[in-house]
């Protein structure tokens, strides 16, 4: 992750969740395809790790739905995990929070989901390629990777038509011009993949049942699992 990114972040990090329902036109059901793609019962009792955590909204989400998971939230912005340190303050030692770079860090157990949220898109492809290995390496057996994130379309001409259409949305959920301002300057620092891409690279790294599960205009939702069967808990 490039410190111009973690810059970028850094200045809107007091902003971000307010502008992100009407930056992500799809939030409902983007959100809850993810969550719902954790393979769990409500009273399960696992260990899940959030890449690119930011300010902790997803990982609010899954301490909800489950409320004996044991999260870990990694973010190379101090500004924004300290949003999630409030966020989740409630939940006391069932989250820790780890300042780092999440394609250098290398998690420190094994862990039965690894989910992010519009977060891996920052990286350039070898980078994506490289985390989808180390993903795969740290999950437990039949342990599944979760992530929301953005998407390049197959095509200039697609990619344009798409982004065209999520400026509009975005427009008609009347977000201030401002926080769109702010999006619009982020993501000069986007480097998403297609689809097909990025469901290839998590097949070489070793999950298998891959797939994509939602897509809406630059938004998707993929899952792989790693081979081998999950101890229940």
């Known amino acids: 992750m490039t410190r111009a990114v973690s810059n970028a ?3 809107s990090a ?4 307010r502008a992100r329902r009407k930056l992500v036109p799809c939030f409902d059901e983007f959100y809850r395809t993810a969550l719902e793609l954790l393979p769990f019962e409500r009273e399960a009792r696992f260990e899940a790790l959030e890449l690119g955590a930011g300010t902790g909204l997803f990982s609010a989400m899954i301490a909800e739905a489950f409320p004996k998971a044991q999260l ?3 973010d190379f912005t101090p500004e924004m995990l300290a949003i999630a340190r409030q966020r989740l303050k409630p939940l006391g030692r069932r989250v820790r929070f780890v300042t780092a770079d999440f394609t250098a860090g290398a998690p420190a157990r094994a862990y039965d989901a690894v989910v992010s949220a519009l977060a891996i898109h920052h990286l350039p492809d070898s980078g994506k390629r490289h985390l989808f ?3 795969c390496n740290h999950l437990t057996p039949g342990g599944v ?3 929301a994130d953005q998407v390049a379309g197959e095509t200039a001409a697609i990619d344009r038509h798409a982004r065209e259409a999520w ?3 975005a427009r008609e959920m009347k977000i201030a011009d401002r926080d769109l301002a702010a999006a619009l300057e982020r993501m000069k620092q986007d480097l998403p993949a297609t689809v097909g891409q990025q469901l290839a690279w998590m097949r070489e790294a070793g999950l298998i049942d891959v797939a994509c599960v939602y897509r809406n205009l630059i938004f998707a939702v993929f899952a792989g699992t790693k081979p081998g069967s999950r101890n229940p808990a």
């Open 133 to 135: 290995a180390d993903i």
């Open 145 to 147: 990777f979760v992530n």
């Open 167 to 169: 400026m509009r949305r």
């Open 9 to 11: 972040f850094a200045a």
């Open 72 to 74: 870990t939230l990694f």
């Open 14 to 17: 007091e902003s971000y969740d």
